[in-house]
């Protein structure tokens, strides 16, 4: 049972980078009179091929530092932060926390040849979350699990020659067509960033889902249940690399809203526990 929410308290968002800014643009248009904290732990990105310890420390770390901050809920914007985190995240604090989740279910229930492929990182595929979700919902159909290494690290990266992104991203969806997939879901937070380029390479011959209205409709539940419903607008940005690595994003893929605050926070990872993580994977 979670304590009751403070309405003019934030909302804690965060991300191994700006790929959460896809799930916070949507947050911001359907929750339209709430505060907002978003974390990008671009110093540790990309959690996609990262160990699962490290991954569950950053993210106990970083929803600590929200709590810390006052936060009344925390969004997990991030796929894999979700498959690793959420269930001891959920266990250790009291505040209500929404994961992400593939958009498997919606892509389903909207594809015609039963052909539906997930984009995702390796550590996302691999864990026993995301394939328990592909076997309640896609028993039925023929559900293609594609490992993307390296697209968060690209789209991280910035604007690249936009031939040379198109021809990329041609040459990893083809096996895809060509197995008659009808339906692509996007199961990384960073690859909605690539909407226009992945329309445009695979010539609307499918449909791309992925899970940011779920996760505003999940979080606007919870706000309206707990009566937390706040009246003010502010928006404050921090990342755990350079301040300037966060910043030239926001323009470009947070349409809805001013941001107020960009800033770095310093959150390094105790020397403790790098012993332990370099001890577990040795």
Known sequence: MHKELNPTAP??????????LTI??????QLIHENFIYIADQAYMPYGTKAPELILQRCI????????????????????????????????????????????????????????????????????????LVYRYGSDANTLLVPCPGWVELIESGPSNSEALRAFLSESLQPLLDSHVDSIVLGCTHYPI???????????????????????????RVIEAHRSMSENRTVHLFST????YLAPFVNRYISSLKVDLIESVHLPLPEVNKLELETSQA
């Open 11 to 20: 909302i804690g968002v965060f991300d191994s980078g700006i790929g959460g």
């Open 24 to 29: 916070l643009n949507e947050l911001t248009r």
């Open 61 to 132: 770390q970083i929803t600590d530092r929200l709590v810390q901050q006052g936060c009344k809920a925390i969004v997990v914007a991030c796929n894999t932060a979700t498959a690793m985190a959420i269930d001891t995240l959920r266990s250790r604090f009291s505040l209500p926390i929404i994961g992400v989740e593939p958009a498997v279910k919606p892509a389903l229930l909207h594809s015609q040849s039963k052909h539906v492929a997930v984009l995702a990182t390796p550590v996302t595929i691999n864990s026993p979350r995301f394939r328990q």
């Open 194 to 220: 690539l909407k226009n380029e992945l329309v445009e390479v695979t010539q609307n011959r499918v449909s791309f889902f992925d899970s940011a209205a779920g996760v505003s409709r999940q979080l606007l």
């Open 241 to 244: 690399s350079k301040q300037n």
